[in-house]
């Protein structure tokens, strides 16, 4: 089993900045993509940024040029710079990851996890 551990939530100003962590931990995985989404109340979830192993990062249009994410390989998490924020940014964020658990004789199972989200507010 692999757990998605987020951090970095929070209120902010209109124009300042959050940095947002997800950790994978867990036995015996494989990380093939690790992204964010998020969902305002009233709306439904939409992808925010998302990266691949091999470096291939997807931006949604609205926070092009003022969101940035970025992986560490080594520590398998994922950050997302949030950078210029807009009220339009609330949401509960959510991490996810695309990866492959094996089993004690290394079968892969390819699954996707969820963290448990965490709150953005934008507001003055």
């Known amino acids: 089993q692999v757990q998605l551990v987020e951090s970095g939530g929070g209120l902010v100003q209109p124009g300042g900045s959050l940095r947002l962590s997800c950790a994978a931990s867990?036995?015996?995985?494989?990380?093939?993509?690790m992204g964010w989404y998020r969902q305002a109340p009233g709306k439904q979830r939409e992808l925010v940024a998302s990266?691949?192993?091999?470096?291939?990062?997807n931006y949604a249009d609205s926070v092009k040029g003022r969101f940035t994410i970025s992986r560490d390989n080594a520590k398998n998490t994922v950050y997302l710079q949030m950078n210029s924020l807009k009220p339009e940014d609330t949401a509960v964020y959510s991490c996810?990851?695309?990866?492959?658990?094996?089993?004690?004789?290394?079968?892969?199972?390819?699954?996707?996890?969820w963290g448990q989200g965490t709150q953005v507010t934008v507001s003055s």
């Open positions: 996810n990851a695309d990866l492959s658990e094996y089993s004690v004789t290394w079968n892969p199972t390819r699954r996707d996890y």
């Open positions: 867990g036995r015996r995985f494989s990380i093939h993509a």
């Open positions: 990266k691949s192993s091999g470096g291939v990062t």
